[in-house]
């Protein structure tokens, strides 16, 4: 079963509070504002920054903001930063040899129906919807 882990549950985390506030708000800030470890945050928010979703700025009235609006940036787009891997079978691993593979019936439902499915909904839908609603 697909499961999100922690550093994307913490950066949705971050990103719901951040998303409130127009200026950069500096990581000491964030850290006591939202209680999630120093270094865990701050790792969190370069990956973020490293992929366009919040902007950073160096110096006295420096930290961190959204770069771009919660409506333009899909849920998938956004999970890929930390997530290793979005597929819900691995039989959608390209090489991957699987050991039932003539018993199998379902592998194609799975990987071309559900998991089609599964990529088109986190494409569809925004921070904005998940955030906000």
């Not at 979703?53 to 899909?74: A, C, F, N």
Request: aromatic content about 10%.
């Amino acid at each position: 079963m697909f499961t999100i882990n922690n550093k994307s549950d913490y950066a949705l985390l971050l990103v719901s509070h951040i998303s409130s506030k127009k200026e950069f708000i500096p990581l000491s800030r964030l850290v006591v504002e939202t209680k999630l470890p120093k270094r865990f945050i701050a790792r969190i928010a370069a990956d973020l920054a490293r992929n366009g979703i919040l902007e950073s700025k160096e110096g006295k009235d420096g930290g961190y903001r959204l770069m771009k609006s919660l409506s333009k940036i899909s849920l998938f787009d956004f999970l890929r930063v930390f997530e290793k891997d979005l597929r819900l079978v691995k039989c959608q691993i390209s090489g991957y040899q699987c050991d039932f593979n003539r018993l199998c019936t379902h592998k194609n439902q799975l990987r071309q129906k559900i998991a089609g499915i599964f990529v088109n909904q986190l494409t569809n839908w925004t921070l904005q919807d998940l955030i906000k609603n």
